[in-house]
């Protein structure tokens, strides 16, 4: 077969490996002039590479691990110790394990029990999620943890994270991030083990394009698709113009650039939104309202990520949640804690994290903007930080970042097959219930192909 994929994120490239590993003949297409989607990465000078928006591993990531081996590339993951904080009541508070948690006093004695109690028992006795599914996160920790351990950590972490969603938000979203993702064991209790590629996420792109090109297959990045369209049994793609990206992401916008291509398969990786404005009327049609309706029913927040260029260190942590509704951003990230300067030429970076809601007038502002809006918030996480310290900084917004999981998710989440034989929909709307991360882009492209090979 001839399969367009439709995005070279970590879905479209591993979507474009596999088909081409089972002897079929891959074209993808990639609307930025680069590869990678929300986990790409920019140069930032002396020939250094970082994602875009802060990336690491979980131990329990194991999709992708496997990947890195099959690609034999067993030794570009190292696992480093994490070190997160909480950043409430006007300071940071380590928070690594169960002695960080008997040590956390913004919370009573009894609540930082109940807490810990509460993650032990979720931990050890519900491996499934479908009890959590009809209940939000908000009910669940106010009966399982209290009403203090809402209103100083989970509350404000997830206000900062779903903003008024909040407290719609499903408890199978939070049993996913406390179960799933930390399985840990071992010395893990004590210190978790994070994972990072030694020469960033784009060694892996770069492998994946050689396994697609070498078996005949094409990988066209700043060609995004403009129109999908099928007849008898085949399906057009119709390619937009170079710089395409510099319109936005709507497809429908984008300047035509001949020719279009005919396949027998396509495998579309993107966000819900620009898949269904992707569609003519012909193939909106086949697929039909039933299944479009799904996709208008999820939301998306947007992720505004500020990478900053430090001259010096800004916390001593990787991580930090900040549970405070007084400042403007929901988390601080600091690579250079996680990997040493010195693999940066000494350099140091820090991420300020943030996820609004689509038309937010955050989304509007331009780098200095947003730097005089964050400022006073990063002086009270360091009195100490004068605009100085800043040597360079990139803002990047990313409007299809966070699916927002609230109660009945698994009814309304979109099927893999649209309806349309040889049509199927991958995207981060249905990672479910891990929620959205490179590792399960890593499987979903594994069922995604699944799913148009099985027919
Ligand atoms: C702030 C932030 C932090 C994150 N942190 C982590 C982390 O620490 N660890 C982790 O594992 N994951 C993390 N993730 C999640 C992870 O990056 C994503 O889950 C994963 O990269 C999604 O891959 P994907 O291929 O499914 O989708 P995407 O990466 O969104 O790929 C879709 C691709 O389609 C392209 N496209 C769009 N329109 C068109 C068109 N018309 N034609 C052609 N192409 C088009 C896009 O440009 C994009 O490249 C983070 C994400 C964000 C936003």
Sequence with gaps: MRVAVIGAGVAGLVAGHRLAQAGHVA???????????QAATLPV???????????????????????????????????????????????SWPFNGPLDLLRFGPLSVVSRLRMGLAVLV?????????????????????????????????????????????????????????????????????????????????????????????????????????????????????????????????????PAAEPPETYDAVIATVPNDIFAR????????????????????????????????????????????IADAALPFVGLIEHT????????????????????????????????QLLDLYEPGLRKVNPAFARSWVRQRWLFREPAAQPIVTLGYRERMPPLQTGVPGLILANTTQIYPEDRGTNYSVRLADQAVGALLKG
């Design 27 to 37: 074209e993808v297409y990639e609307r930025w002039p680069g590869l990678g989607g």
């Design 278 to 321: 992707l569609l003519d009327d012909g193939l909106a049609g086949a697929v039909g309202s039933e299944y479009l309706g799904r996709l208008q029913t999820i939301e998306y927040h947007t992720a505004l990520c500020l990478l900053l260029e430090l001259d010096r260190r800004f916390t001593p942590f990787y991580w930090t949640n």
């Design 122 to 254: 979720l931990q050890r006795r519900h491996r499934d999620v479908r009890p959590f599914e009809n209940e939000t996160a908000r009910e669940w920790v106010l009966r399982a943890m209290g009403r203090q351990a809402w209103e100083k950590v989970w509350g404000p972490l997830l206000q900062g994270k779903f903003g008024d969603r909040a407290a719609d938000i499903s408890m199978a979203w939070l049993w996913s991030k406390l179960t799933v993702r930390r399985q840990i064991k071992g010395d893990e209790a004590r210190q978790e083990l994070l994972g990072y590629p030694r020469g960033s996420w784009e060694t892996l792109y770069e492998r994946l394009q050689q396994s697609i090109e070498s078996r005949g297959g094409r990988v066209l990045i700043d060609r995004p698709a403009r129109r999908l369209s099928h007849s008898g049994g085949r399906f057009v793609v119709e390619p937009g113009a170079p710089d395409s990206f510099r319109i936005g992401h709507d497809p429908r916008r984008f």
């Design 45 to 91: 000078g002396e020939g250094h590479l970082l994602e875009r928006y802060y990336h690491h591993l979980f131990t329990s990531d194991r999709h992708i691990a496997a990947l890195y081996e099959e690609l034999g590339m067993p030794d570009e993951l190292e696992w480093r110790p994490s070190n997160v904080a909480f950043f409430v009541d006007g300071r």
């Design 337 to 368: 804690n996680f990997i040493e300067p010195e693999r940066y030429g000494g350099r140091r970076f820090l991420y300020v994290a943030n996820y609004l809601e689509a038309g937010h007038e955050m989304l509007a502002l331009d780098p200095e």
